[in-house]
T-cell receptor, first 115, second 118 residues
Framework: AQSVTQLGSHVSVSEGALVLLRCNYS??????LFWYVQYPNQGLQLLLK??????LVKGINGFEAEFKKSETSFHLTKPSAHMSDAAEYFC?????????????FGTGTRLLVSP | EAQVTQNPRYLITVTGKKLTVTCSQN?????MSWYRQDPGLGLRQIYY???????DKGDVPEGYKVSRKEKRNFPLILESPSPNQTSLYFC?????????????????FGPGTRLTVL
């Protein structure tokens, strides 16, 4: 069955440090890939998505992610963390045989940013 | 402003007392979906709707009902709530699918409804 794995339920970084949040999927069919962010007491907001074309995708707030088919990964990065990046991040995928509408989410990674 | 709204935002109820959580979008989206979010489990899809009068089960539909009589509204109904339905619920919508079901549309999420069933 298709699945999404986010390694690490919590990631802690210092302000100004590199942010790396990991996401791997299992599927023989290339999916569409998404990263969503959830700030405290808010809904989910799309950070970025990969569908086709260039494998390095840039999103909002300085985040980017690279689709690596050989590694079935879509890790999220940001060169320099800011205090305002503290939130929960969800990787999600969708597949063509489900009409691309059905999103399957990872379990989430909470990013903690210390001064 | 384009948005997905949910009501109520917070609800505390008792076992067995029927309740409805409303969801409305003003973007003329065809696709709508309900998710529940639980710690350590991420978001799981409850039900979805491809268009008016077209609904289908997601991954965790037991104990829930939905209806889609109008394009903009997609209420979630709990006929007899139980404590294991205590959760944070999100409604989402997207523009929809062309023929063949392929779409790159983003799903827009509502602010969430925190439900506690005692």
């Amino acid at each position: 069955a298709q699945s999404v794995t986010q390694l690490g339920s919590h990631v802690s970084v210092s302000e100004g440090a590199l942010v790396l949040l990991r996401c791997n999927y299992s599927s023989s069919v290339p999916p569409y890939l998404f990263w969503y962010v959830q700030y405290p007491n808010q809904g989910l907001q799309l950070l970025l998505k990969y569908t086709t074309g260039a494998t390095l995708v840039k999103g909002i707030n300085g985040f980017e992610a690279e689709f690596k088919k050989s590694e079935t990964s879509f890790h999220l990065t940001k060169p320099s963390a800011h205090m305002s990046d503290a939130a929960e991040y969800f990787c999600a995928v969708s597949w063509p045989f489900a009409g691309f509408q059905k999103l399957v989410f990872g379990t989430g990674t909470r990013l903690l940013v210390s001064p | 402003e384009a948005q997905v709204t949910q009501n109520p935002r917070y609800l505390i109820t008792v076992t067995g007392k029927k309740l409805t959580v409303t969801c409305s979008q003003n973007m003329n989206h065809e696709y709508m979906s309900w998710y529940r979010q639980d710690p350590g489990l991420g978001l799981r899809q409850i039900y979805y709707s491809m268009n008016v009068e077209v609904t289908d089960k997601g991954d965790v539909p037991e104990g829930y009902k939905v209806s889609r009589k109008e394009k903009r509204n997609f209420p979630l109904i709990l006929e007899s709530p139980s404590p294991n339905q205590t959760s944070l619920y999100f409604c989402a919508s997207s523009l929809s699918t062309a023929s063949g079901g392929e779409s790159t549309d983003t799903q827009y999420f509502g602010p969430g409804t925190r439900l506690t069933v005692l």
